[in-house]
C-alpha cells in the first residue's frame, strides 16, 4: 500500500514537474533543447506522410464506395471483426430493373429485346465493378489503415515519450542552475548541486536513448513509401484493367444494338404502328439543347413512283418533283434553326410549322418538309411531330 502511494506521489511530481517546464517555454521563461535539423526534417517528412495518406485513403474509400452510408456501415463491421456483408452494385441493380421491364413490356418487343441486352451489360459491369472493388481494398486501402493503424501509431507514442524526456531533461537542467545560484550566494549546501548534476546525467542518457529509438522510426518512413509506391501500381493496374473490361462490354453491346438498330428504325418511319423506337440522331441538334422526344412514330410515305430508284441516296433530289402524299401529311413543329446545307434541303427557323412526309428508302434520320411553296429535305432532330 505504502509503495503505492509513494509511486503515486512520484508520477504527480514528475507530471508536475513537466507541465511547469512546458509552460514556462511558452512563455519564454525557460529554455528547450532543440533537435538538430535532420531530426527535425524526419518530423516534417513523417507528419507529411501520415496527413496525405489519411486523405487519400478517405477519398480512394470515396470513389470505391461513394454512398456514405454504406462506408459507415463498412467501417463498424471491421471495428467488430466481422465480415462485410455482400452489397448489390448500381449496376447489377440497374440490370435488375431492366430485366424485369422487359418481362412487363414483352421481351419479343424491340423495346423489351435491347432492354435485355442493355440489362444484361450492366450486369457485367457490376461484376467488373465489385471485382475491382474487392481489388482495390486488398492492393491498396489495406496497406494504407495498416501504417496508419500500425506504424504511425508507434511513431507517435514514441515521439509523446521522447517530448516528455525532453521536458525531464530541460527541467533537471533549470534545477542545477538554480542550485548553482543558491550555492554561489552560500544558501545551498553543494550535495544539493552534485544531487542535481546526477539527475541531469541521467535525464540526458533518457532523452538521448529515446532520440536514437525515436529516429530509427522516423528513417523507416523510406520504406513506407517504397511499400506505398508499389500498391500504387497495383491500384493503378486494377483500374487499368477494370477499364478495360468495361470498355470491352459496351464495344459489344454497341455491335448488338447497332445489328437491331437499322431494322428497328426503318420500321419506325415506314408507318410501323407497333413500334414505339425512338428517333435516330444523325443530324445532331445545336450544343447545348436537349434532344426532343419523338411523336408517334407513324410519318406518312409517298408510294412509290414507277421508275424512281428505290434509294433516294441513288439519284438527287429534286423538291419540285416529289409529290406529297394523298392523306395523312402531318405537322411538325422546329426546334431549332437549321441553315440548309445544299439546295435540295429546306432551311428552318425555330418555332416555325412544317409538313413533313417521307420517301420510301429514304434515309430515316430526314424527312421531306414543306412550308407553302417552298420543299426540301429536313433533319427529323430538328423536329417536334405533332398530334
Request: charged letters at 25%; hydrophobic letters at 40%.
Amino acid at each position: 500500500m505504502d509503495f503505492n502511494v509513494k509511486k503515486l506521489a512520484s508520477d504527480a511530481g514528475v507530471f508536475f514537474s513537466r507541465a511547469m517546464q512546458f509552460t514556462e517555454e511558452k512563455l519564454g521563461q525557460a529554455e528547450k533543447t532543440e533537435l538538430d535539423a535532420h531530426f527535425e526534417n524526419l518530423l516534417a517528412r513523417a507528419d507529411c506522410t501520415k496527413n496525405w495518406t489519411e486523405k487519400i485513403l478517405r477519398q480512394t474509400e470515396v470513389l470505391l464506395q461513394p454512398n456514405p452510408s454504406a462506408r459507415v456501415e463498412e467501417f463498424l463491421y471491421e471495428k467488430l471483426d466481422r465480415k462485410v456483408p455482400s452489397r448489390v452494385t448500381n449496376g447489377e441493380l440497374l440490370a435488375q430493373y431492366m430485366a424485369e421491364a422487359a418481362n412487363d413490356f414483352g421481351p419479343g418487343t424491340p423495346y423489351g429485346k435491347t432492354l435485355i441486352k442493355v440489362g444484361e451489360a450492366q450486369r457485367r459491369l457490376g461484376a467488373a465493378e465489385r471485382d475491382f472493388i474487392h481489388s482495390a481494398s486488398i492492393t491498396f486501402l489495406t496497406p494504407l489503415r495498416n501504417f496508419l493503424e500500425g506504424d504511425w501509431r508507434t511513431i507517435a507514442k514514441e515521439r509523446r515519450i521522447l517530448q516528455n524526456r525532453r521536458l525531464d531533461l530541460d527541467a533537471c537542467k533549470a534545477r542545477l542552475k538554480k542550485a548553482k545560484a543558491a550555492e554561489a550566494k552560500a544558501t545551498l549546501w553543494s550535495d544539493e548541486v552534485e544531487k542535481a548534476e546526477q539527475e541531469l546525467r541521467l535525464a540526458q542518457t533518457e532523452f538521448d536513448r529515446q532520440a536514437e529509438v525515436t529516429r530509427l522510426l522516423l528513417e523507416g518512413i523510406s520504406s513506407t513509401h517504397v511499400n506505398h509506391l508499389r500498391c500504387l501500381h497495383e491500384f493503378v493496374e486494377a483500374q487499368t484493367s477494370y477499364y478495360a473490361q468495361c470498355h470491352q462490354y459496351m464495344l459489344e453491346l454497341q455491335q448488338q444494338l447497332g445489328s437491331s438498330k437499322g431494322e428497328i428504325f426503318s420500321g419506325t418511319f415506314v408507318g410501323n404502328a407497333e413500334s414505339t423506337s425512338p428517333l435516330p440522331a444523325t443530324a445532331s441538334p445545336p450544343a447545348g439543347a436537349a434532344a426532343p422526344l419523338p411523336a408517334v412514330p407513324t410519318i406518312p410515305v409517298v408510294p412509290t413512283i414507277a421508275g424512281m430508284p428505290s434509294t433516294v441516296a441513288e439519284s438527287v433530289l429534286n423538291p419540285s418533283e416529289v409529290k406529297p402524299p394523298a392523306s395523312g401529311t402531318r405537322r411538325a413543329r422546329v426546334l431549332y434553326d437549321y441553315e440548309a446545307a445544299d439546295s435540295s434541303e429546306l432551311a428552318l427557323l425555330a418555332d416555325e410549322l412544317l409538313t413533313v412526309y417521307s420517301l420510301p428508302g429514304m434515309d430515316p434520320d430526314w424527312l421531306i418538309g414543306e412550308r407553302g411553296n417552298q420543299k426540301g429535305k429536313v433533319p427529323v432532330t430538328y423536329l417536334e411531330l405533332l398530334s
